[in-house]
């Protein structure tokens, strides 16, 4: 049996074909298949991303590189750091595909920076955060991702329709071939004569009617997806701003922790000038000097850690609010102590209705009921309505229109099992999310209570911190008297100056403490921490969003 659209020649020999079409063709598919290649392989933006890395400012060579001691003992006003040079070849744009709006520019960044006036306030620092920080860009773009996935799990309900259109031609064209069938999408035509050149153009429209399910719970766990993606967004921005409120805290504390430093230090030298002078007078001893001396050495050994910390905290604000980590970023203290009396419970209920985990679980236990749903629907028929309308032509062939239309009902009868194993399969991810939600709510009481009892702590030491650094102020001060009378020696004086120091410090730990813990329930709430700290004031409000969450929750238990 001869090839389809092959001419029977009998024994005559068959004319030379030419191949100038294939070269056509050839050239046509490899240039096809550059373009495609270089459509679907970018090249990463290495040097625009390397610009987040490098400092912004050029650095000075190599022999202008600033020694360490010198870096940490001078004032941190005027310390910088060595920075590099800038490349000159990066791209001012970094585009970031498949999201609207989210460019980062290097001007806007830098714009951004100018246009700050003094001190960064907490507030200004979450809203910088907001814009510039790359992990809520990245939770954008998931959001996009799924929202488009809702869409083609839409599309997939609406009728399909294709074209398609084939021009047959056989060579050479003095020789006709017989042509018994033509094939097509309803089937094999069949036509008499012989023809050596004809087209088929069809139009082919296929809808399913009915699935028995399959299709609409794919639809409504593209949609849960959507909107579990937008719950872990708003838990992004809950995360990212409680990244940034710790950050500020730990710059505030390190800077606190300097200054207090700075003043040990120059309370240590006051002293060992005092010494030398009483040493030089006939006054003193040489041993008071020494333990001077060596109170200066450790006082100067805290500063330059306490510097060093301070220069990492304010790192580590900047890479949290998305800033270059080399920025000379200030702060503000806080203006006022937050005040705080909520009990633990009413903190558990605050969780229970604001915490998005809580509807993410909620969700994933509906996606896994829709995938029990769409694998005991792969059991029953499906049914689809399709029609076909075929066009067909050609030299010594008469034009031909056919429409045809029916309905298809399929059943698969046997599959080797694979029915019956996706229907457990689909029991155990139930199951899965089930004790994943039990899970997820064990980790949220947890946490509540983790940051409640830190909150108590850092109260009862607050107390405790300030009685002490009263009681070391009146100490320092009766041996400073004492001092003056000559009723105490020098290093009664070192001690309690080392006494108020240790003091000092733990005072402003508590205090920092304090408001971290407060950060952290406000986080493991849900809310955000003005909400939290100011809820006696707004009660009524409150109780009302608590209300309006709690009722968007039972929807989406109940939702289908």
């Not at 029977?8 to 063709?25: D, K, L, N």
């Not at 270059?324 to 702060?331: A, I, K, P, R």
Request: charged fraction near 25%; proline fraction near 6%.
């Amino acid at each position: 049996m001869p090839p389809p659209f092959t001419a029977v020649r009998g024994f005559a020999p068959r004319p030379r074909v030419s191949i100038r079409p294939v070269i056509r063709w050839a050239i046509v598919l490899f240039a096809l298949s550059v373009a495609g290649c270089a459509a679907i392989s970018p090249s990463p933006p290495f040097r625009s991303l390397s610009q987040r890395v490098l400092p912004p400012e050029p650095a000075p060579t190599t022999t202008d590189v600033l020694p360490i001691d010198t870096l940490l003992l001078k004032p941190p006003e005027s310390a910088e750091l060595p920075t590099l040079p800038e490349s000159t070849s990066s791209p001012d744009v970094v585009p970031m595909p498949g999201v609207e709006n989210i460019t980062w520019r290097r001007d806007d960044l830098e714009k951004v920076i100018d246009e700050r006036q003094g001190p960064l306030r907490l507030e200004e620092a979450l809203a910088l955060a907001e814009r510039l920080n790359p992990r809520l860009q990245k939770m954008r773009a998931r959001v996009d991702k799924a929202r488009a996935g809702k869409h083609v799990a839409f599309a997939a309900l609406l009728p399909e329709a294709r074209i398609s259109y084939r021009d047959v031609a056989g060579t050479p064209a003095a020789a006709p071939f017989s042509l018994p069938t033509i094939p097509s999408s309803v089937g094999n035509i069949t036509f008499g004569g012989a023809s050596d050149h004809f087209q088929i153009a069809e139009l082919n429209m296929q809808w399913t009617i009915w699935d028995f399910g399959r299709l609409l719970g794919r639809f409504g766990q593209a949609q849960d997806r959507w909107r579990i993606t937008e719950l872990q967004w708003q838990r992004a921005r809950q995360t990212i701003h409680f990244d940034v409120t710790t950050s500020y805290l730990e710059l505030l504390r390190a800077r606190a922790n300097r200054r207090i430093a700075e003043e040990s230090v120059r309370r240590a030298e006051s002293h060992l000038t005092d010494a030398r002078h009483r040493l030089r007078r006939g006054t003193g001893l040489r041993n008071d000097v020494l333990e001077s001396e060596v109170l200066v050495s450790q006082s100067q050994l805290v500063l330059v850690k306490a510097r060093t910390s301070e220069r990492v905290a304010l790192a580590g604000l900047n890479r949290k609010i998305g800033l270059n980590v080399s920025e000379e970023t200030d702060v503000l203290e806080q203006a006022d102590e937050p005040f705080f009396d909520l009990s633990v419970v009413e903190c558990l209920q605050w969780a229970v209705d604001h915490r998005d985990e809580i509807g993410v679980v909620l969700r994933g236990i509906t996606i896994a009921q829709r995938q029990r749903g769409i694998s005991k629907a792969e059991f029953l028929p499906e049914v689809k309505l399709g029609g076909v309308g075929s066009s067909i032509g050609g030299r010594g062939i008469p034009t031909t229109e056919i429409l045809t239309g029916g309905v298809n009902v399929e059943l698969g009868l046997f599959a080797g099992g694979q029915r019956l194993a996706r229907m457990k399969v689909a029991d155990a991810e139930l199951a899965e999310a089930f004790a994943h939600g039990k899970e997820v709510c064990d980790l949220i009481a947890y946490e509540v209570w983790t940051a409640y009892l830190s909150v108590a702590d850092a109260k009862q030491r607050l107390s405790l911190a300030a009685v002490a650094v009263e009681s070391a102020t009146e100490n320092l001060r009766l041996y400073r008297k004492r001092l003056e009378r000559g009723d105490a020696i020098p290093t009664d004086v070192v001690n309690a100056e080392l006494t108020m120091t240790r003091a000092q410090q733990g005072w402003l730990e508590a205090v920092y403490d304090y408001q971290e813990s407060l950060a952290a329930v406000a986080y493991a709430v849900g809310v955000p921490l003005d909400r939290l700290t100011r809820q006696r004031d707004g009660q009524a409000a409150c109780a009302a969003e608590t209300d309006h969450s709690s009722a968007e929750k039972g929807a989406v238990a109940d939702h289908d």
